[in-house]
């Protein structure tokens, strides 16, 4: 299947405004993508790319004073193939783990594992190792908190979003991630376009997507405690300990989002 995928930013800034954005398709999509997405500004401006120490591609810019409008298109092959399941997947040992892995068993700025040892243990100490206890976790989180885009709060913490239960697909992925630490599980953010592909669309307008990927049995698998169900057509952007690492924005200087739009669909072809 085909996907179009795109997004529409304008910030509004009363003096020039550097920023630094995290937009384009994760480089592990790169040989899917047939019509690329090119970052474009209006009024157009110079600006630069670099990798960042996770792997994402990330854009450098200096916003001028007045409205400027961020946007882009793509194009992207899928395999119309829904999330992997691998039930028989096991957790590894400590000492096991390759040391890419270990920066993903460590607190992060959204993950406060500190916290929650005591919890998590004794919710999930019983269930089994592996798979098992890594969606006993996704059921527990999405169980446990009320989705909404009014419950909306950049700065809400797992320990907060435990306790408050309720959030947005941030909030539900930096839970689960942080008991999947808290199990010696190394989970890792993801954040990417998301589609209503094969099931009905929510209400409200579409927004980037989060979600989370544990390592077991050797690679990382995806999990989604937000929906709790293997998705078609999911397209990653960038991976990080948390959403301070991917945020699709950091703005260094006053500015207003006057409008922010993000649409991804399959395009019917035959």
């Not at 790319?49 to 882009?72: E, H, K, M």
């Not at 950049?154 to 808290?182: K, P, S």
């Not at 307008?205 to 929906?227: C, I, K, Q, S, V």
């Not at 948390?242 to 950091?250: G, K, L, Q, R, S």
């Amino acid at each position: 299947m085909e996907i179009k995928v795109g997004y529409e930013l304008i910030y509004d800034c009363p003096r020039p405004t550097p920023m630094m954005l995290v937009l384009n398709i994760h480089h592990s999509r790169a040989s899917d993508i047939i019509v690329p997405d090119r970052l474009n500004t209006t009024p157009f401006i110079p600006f630069s790319t670099y990798r960042d120490s996770f792997g994402n591609w990330c854009t450098r810019l200096v916003a001028p004073t007045g409205q400027l409008r961020i946007a882009t298109m793509a194009l992207v092959k899928d395999s119309g193939e829904p999330d992997t399941v691998a039930t028989s997947a096991q957790q590894h040992s400590i000492e096991e783990l390759p040391e890419e892995a270990l920066l993903f068993l460590l607190g992060s700025r959204y993950c406060d594992t500190e916290k929650f040892p005591e919890v998590a243990w004794s919710l999930f100490g019983q269930t089994p190792s592996g798979w098992g206890r890594v969606q006993a976790i996704c059921d527990f989180v999405h169980n446990h908190m009320s989705f909404g885009y009014e419950h909306a709060r950049a700065t809400r913490t797992a320990w907060e979003a435990f306790n408050e239960r309720r959030g947005v697909c941030r909030d539900f992925a930096h839970l689960a991630i942080t008991f999947c630490r808290c199990m010696n599980i190394p989970a890792r953010y993801c954040t990417g376009y998301l589609g209503d592909i094969g099931v009905v669309p929510p209400p409200g307008p579409m927004d980037f997507a989060a979600w989370f990927e544990a390592y077991l049995g050797g690679r990382w698998y995806t999990f989604d405690p937000r929906n709790n169900m293997p998705r078609i057509g999911r397209i990653l952007i960038a991976r990080g300990r948390d959403a301070i690492d991917v945020a699709i924005a950091t703005t260094f200087g006053p500015n207003t989002l006057v409008s922010f739009k993000v649409w991804t669909d399959e395009v019917m072809t035959g």
